[in-house]
Nanobody
């Protein structure tokens, strides 16, 4: 069983920055593929970015390339999402997710077995 706890959300003006954190339990965090998803009101949950622990590569959705950076600190069992140049359309609940079994990155919700409770990000115009 893996527990994920997100933090760092809040209210920010357009053009501002936030850094989200996701603290994970488990002794083999470094091998997990970790991802961020988001869900805006009235919309489906969508993939944002992911990091493959085993292969050490990352992938981001086109909508956040050049603005968001995903990283991890395996010594702290923590995943991060640095969000810069935020836009009102980035407003959503952001979720951390973990895939313990695959070394490749999935962009679909079903590719992840564990989820955090989410943290709200609101970008005002």
């Amino acid at each position: 069983q893996v527990q994920l706890v997100e933090s760092g959300g809040g209210l920010v003006q357009a053009g501002g920055s936030l850094r989200l954190s996701c603290a994970a339990s488990g002794r083999t965090f470094s091998s997990y593929t970790m991802a961020w998803f988001r869900q805006a009101p009235g919309k489906e949950r969508e993939f944002v970015a992911a990091n493959s622990g085993r292969r050490g590569y990352t992938y981001r959705a086109d909508s956040v390339k050049g603005r968001f950076t995903i990283s991890r600190d395996n010594s702290k069992n923590t995943l991060y999402l640095q969000m810069n140049s935020l836009k009102p359309e980035d407003t959503a609940v952001y979720y951390c997710a973990a895939d313990l079994y695959s070394s490749t990155i999935a962009t679909r919700i079903g590719g992840y077995e564990y989820w955090g409770q989410g943290t709200q990000v609101t970008v005002s115009s």
